[in-house]
């Protein structure tokens, strides 16, 4: 049997590059675009990093529920990285060459890190849940161990998935074209240019979005039935406000990542991919990353107190 580089090998001596057809657009549209994208594409990294950066620095954030968002920012910055620059080069120089090894690691790593968020955004319903829910018995469940443990699966879990549908993706005989109508490397554009039978990557796709993405948001879910109810149950108006408050920035963000995810993967499927689809794509790699560091900054507190306290003894005359 043929191992996975024998096979990979194979299939490139029949395609050795791809071309990213990106948006269709004239000369001028492209330079607005690409300052757009650009533009969206620092603020999503700077302010990312700095929620990273203030939850390692200050130590009134060192705890589970801050340890995970400085990872989700983490993730988010890896996640658009994966496509945006290499669309900004493609709109920059006019060159839409991405060689067959470099579209199957940037399909691997896009699809990964979608697994990772959806990971993550379940982990931090549960601390969640266990803060509200069973707060006696919160730092002993939620524990440092504990944390390291759900990050580093939160992190990982995607990987073995990943490299079997990208594997079976990139095994295919691509035969007909090399232009992929898409401005990154993403599986539905590409097994329209295969050249053979392709129900069983469809399968696989279909098991992975529901196992990793369905069961997680159905676990968010869970958690958040739980926690309202016992939000309910308390007795004074104020502690209900506080508590809710604690988990709105976080119930913001998973319907973003998971309103955009089920728009663009549950909308009606064409033969063809036109830029109305390549647009919503955009939104659907970017909007929530973009987004995150301001919903946690304009709404929790404590990142608020922790960036004008670090920022303030930055600037401060010593």
């Known amino acids: 049997m043929k191992t996975f580089e024998e096979m990979m090998s194979l299939n490139q001596t029949v395609i050795a590059e791809f071309l990213l057809l990106g948006f269709s657009t004239s000369p001028e549209r492209q330079v607005l675009l690409f300052v757009a994208v650009l533009a969206i594409y620092l603020v999503t990294v700077v302010g990312n990093l700095l929620i990273v950066l203030v939850t390692l620095v200050d130590p009134t954030l060192h705890t589970s529920m801050y340890f995970f968002l400085s990872n989700?920012?983490?993730?988010?910055?890896?996640?658009?990285?994966?496509?945006?620059?290499?669309?900004?080069?493609?709109?920059?120089?006019?060159?839409?060459?991405?060689?067959?090894?470099?579209?199957?690691?940037?399909?691997?790593?896009?699809?990964?890190?979608?697994?990772?968020?959806?990971?993550?955004?379940?982990?931090?319903?549960?601390?969640?849940?266990?803060?509200?829910?069973?707060?006696?018995h919160y730092p002993m469940i939620m524990n440092k161990?504990?944390?390291?443990?759900?990050?580093a699966t939160s992190w990982t879990i995607g990987i073995p998935v990943q490299l079997v549908q990208t594997g079976l993706v990139f095994t295919?005989?691509?035969?007909?074209?090399?232009?992929?109508?898409?401005?990154?490397?993403?599986?539905?554009?590409?097994?329209?240019?295969?050249?053979?039978?392709t129900s069983m990557n469809e399968t696989l796709t279909y098991i992975v979005v529901m196992f990793f993405g369905?069961?997680?948001?159905?676990l968010i879910l869970l958690s958040y039935t739980q926690i309202i109810t016992t939000i309910l149950k308390m007795p004074l108006a104020e502690g209900k406000r506080k508590t809710f408050s604690t988990c709105s920035s976080h119930l913001i963000v998973v319907a973003l990542f998971y309103g955009s995810g089920i728009i663009f993967y549950l909308r009606p499927r064409s033969n063809e991919f036109p830029?109305?689809?390549?647009?919503?794509?955009?939104?659907?790699?970017?909007?929530?990353?973009?987004?995150?560091?301001?919903?946690?900054?304009?709404?929790?507190?404590?990142?608020?107190?922790?960036?004008?306290?670090?920022?303030?003894?930055?600037?401060?005359?010593?």
């Open 72 to 136: 989700l920012s983490a993730l988010e910055v890896s996640y658009t990285s994966v496509t945006v620059p290499k669309m900004l080069v493609s709109l920059m120089s006019g060159d839409k060459r991405i060689s067959f090894a470099g579209c199957a690691v940037q399909m691997f790593f896009f699809l990964c890190f979608g697994i990772t968020e959806s990971s993550f955004l379940a982990t931090m319903a549960y601390d969640r849940y266990v803060a509200i829910c069973n707060p006696l």
């Open 145 to 151: 161990r504990v944390c390291v443990l759900l990050a």
């Open 172 to 197: 295919l005989p691509f035969c007909s074209s090399k232009e992929i109508n898409h401005f990154f490397c993403d599986s539905a554009p590409l097994l329209m240019l295969a050249c053979a039978d």
């Open 214 to 218: 369905m069961l997680p948001f159905a």
């Open 275 to 318: 830029d109305s689809n390549k647009l919503l794509s955009l939104f659907y790699t970017v909007l929530p990353a973009l987004l995150n560091p301001f919903i946690y900054s304009l709404r929790n507190r404590e990142i608020q107190t922790a960036l004008r306290r670090n920022m303030w003894h930055k600037m401060a005359p010593h």
